[in-house]
């Protein structure tokens, strides 16, 4: 069973950035798709961006143009780089294994999340 663990967050003005990282345990070339979720405090998780094998791309409304996802198949990491970070931005970010095709389905293996906190 593939284990995800993130890192990279940490306390930000907005207008900063950060970069998270999500290392899997396996061989990342076994999995179709890895996506990164954010929760807020009250909210419901939701879905930031997502990068499948062939390195399709699909991103949160919210943070085009500000967020990027990339994935380092020597690594076997996924990375997630966040510029002109803003305090809606901050939440506990969590990654994911899925599927994506037309959309991004997650399936059940998450990792246990890194703090997101960008200060005003």
């Known amino acids: 069973q593939v284990q995800l663990v993130e890192s990279g967050g940490g306390l930000v003005q907005a207008g900063g950035s950060l970069r998270l990282s999500c290392a899997t345990s396996?061989?990342?070339?076994?999995?179709?798709?890895i996506g990164w979720y954010r929760q807020a405090p009250g909210k419901r998780r939701e879905l930031v961006a997502a990068?499948?094998?062939?390195?399709?791309?699909t991103y949160a409304t919210a943070v085009k143009g500000r967020f990027t996802i990339t994935r380092d198949n020597g690594k076997n990491t996924v990375y997630l780089q966040m510029n002109s970070l803003k305090p809606e931005d901050t939440a506990v970010y969590y990654c994911?294994?899925?599927?994506?095709?037309?959309?991004?389905?997650?399936?059940?293996?998450w990792g246990q999340g890194t703090q997101v906190t960008v200060s005003s």
């Open positions: 396996g061989s990342i070339v076994s999995i179709n798709a």
């Open positions: 994911n294994t899925g599927f994506f095709s037309d959309s991004y389905y997650p399936d059940n293996h």
């Open positions: 990068i499948n094998g062939g390195d399709r791309t």
